[in-house]
Each structure stands twice: as structure tokens, then as C-alpha cells.
T-cell receptor
């Protein structure tokens, strides 16, 4: 079945350092979504990428979708303590029909030392 | 506030028991998803409903069942509970129209289930 792998599992940075998390799928994705879950909270949708090679920015966050639509990355520039949380990528099962199952990676837990 | 309501927030029960988790989706959303989150397994997709009908199934155990009612709220029933079922259960909703796959999920605050 489809698998979505995320690395690293954990990342600890000093405030002001950059951070990147990578997401790889075993199958081609029709789109990829990114979510952030603060400690003790619920996942919150950040962004969706649809096109091959797409790059989107949200302030200090840059999201990329690979050319083959099997990998993606999230890069945070100059991290802040408010960036703390677990970042998940998620992709739907591209199986045709109406079989839509959003499969989440295991996430990258980011901690920031002030 | 995501607009998705889950009750109860916490549930403590004994092995062998049965519980029901409830979810009210965001206004206008037709699709409801259930996810199980545990420390070592991340977010595991259980099941999805769209406008009252089962749309997709994930790693849902036979002891678990769900349904979506005409008013679009959903319930997840967990029976013959085991210690390993202790986890955070999230409900999410999305506006899923027809064959569209591109519908972001809006998560509720979750129900923390502890089986003792």
C-alpha cells in the first residue's frame, strides 16, 4: 500500500536557525498537503501543493513539490519559538475512483531553543 | 477554532468495554474522517464517510465501526477495548465534492481514550 515517509523524525534547533523536513511517497501523489500540530493540539492545515515542481511560500515557510510528485519539503527560515510543533505531510491515495484516503507521514517534531 | 466538534474530550474505560465517540463536522462539510493518533504510529487513517455513505476504509479494526447520520454528524464505536486502543482519536471534516481529492481536512480537538 501507499506509504508516506518523513524525515527527520525529530529536529532541535536554536532560534534563528533554519529547518527543513522532507516527505517521500512510494507512489505518485495527485497533491500533497502539509499540517502543523502544536503540542497538545490538533493538526492544522497549512498548505496544499498540486502541480509538479510547485513552490509556495507563506512568510518564512517555503513548500516544494517534486517534479515526479513523489516528494515534498517544508523549509522554515529563521525559526521562532512559535514554530514549535509536529509538521506532517499527507497525500491522498491516487487510486482512481472515489477512493480517497489521506495518508499522513509520521511527522517531524520541531523544537526550538530560545 | 476549526468548527469541528468532538465529544467527549477525555474517556477512561476498562478493557472489554465499548465506547462511542461523536463528531460534528464543520458547517457545510459533507465528508468526515476518523484518525487514530498514538505516539509510535502517528496519524492512522481509520475510515471516511461522505454524505452518509462510507467512502474509504483504512486500518480500522473489526472491533471498530462508524457511521455518518443524515445530519452529517458521525460516531465511532469502539468495542471489546484493549489496552493498545488507548490513543487520541481525531475526527476531521472536509468539503468533498464528487471526485475532488483536493479538500484540506479540518480537525477537531480529539478524544483522548485511556483503556485501563
Amino acid at each position: 500500500g501507499q506509504q508516506v515517509m518523513q524525515i527527520p523524525q525529530y529536529q532541535h534547533v536554536q532560534e534563528g536557525e533554519d529547518f527543513t523536513t522532507y516527505c517521500n511517497s512510494s507512489t505518485t501523489l495527485s497533491n500533497i498537503q502539509w499540517y502543523k500540530q502544536r503540542p497538545g493540539g490538533h493538526p492544522v492545515f497549512l498548505i496544499q501543493l498540486v502541480k509538479s515542481g510547485e513552490v509556495k511560500k507563506q512568510k518564512r515557510l517555503t513548500f516544494q513539490f517534486g517534479e515526479a510528485k513523489k516528494n515534498s519539503s517544508l523549509h522554515i527560515t529563521a525559526t521562532q519559538t512559535t514554530d514549535v510543533g509536529t509538521y506532517f505531510c499527507a497525500g491522498p491515495y491516487e487510486g482512481g475512483g472515489s477512493n480517497y484516503k489521506l495518508t499522513f507521514g509520521k511527522g517531524t517534531l520541531l523544537t526550538v531553543n530560545p | 477554532d476549526s468548527g469541528v466538534t468532538q465529544t467527549p474530550k477525555h474517556l477512561i474505560t476498562a478493557t472489554g468495554q465499548r465506547v462511542t465517540l461523536r463528531c460534528s463536522p464543520r458547517s457545510g462539510d459533507l465528508s468526515v474522517y476518523w484518525y487514530q493518533q498514538s505516539l509510535d504510529q502517528g496519524l492512522q487513517f481509520l475510515i471516511q464517510y461522505y454524505n452518509g455513505e462510507e467512502r474509504a476504509k483504512g486500518n480500522i479494526l473489526e472491533r471498530f465501526s462508524a457511521q455518518q447520520f443524515p445530519d452529517l454528524h458521525s460516531e465511532l464505536n469502539l468495542s471489546s477495548l484493549e489496552l493498545g486502543d488507548s490513543a487520541l482519536y481525531f475526527c476531521a471534516s472536509s468539503y468533498l465534492a464528487g471526485e475532488s481529492y483536493n479538500s484540506p481536512l479540518h480537525f477537531g480537538n480529539g478524544t483522548r481514550l485511556t483503556v485501563t
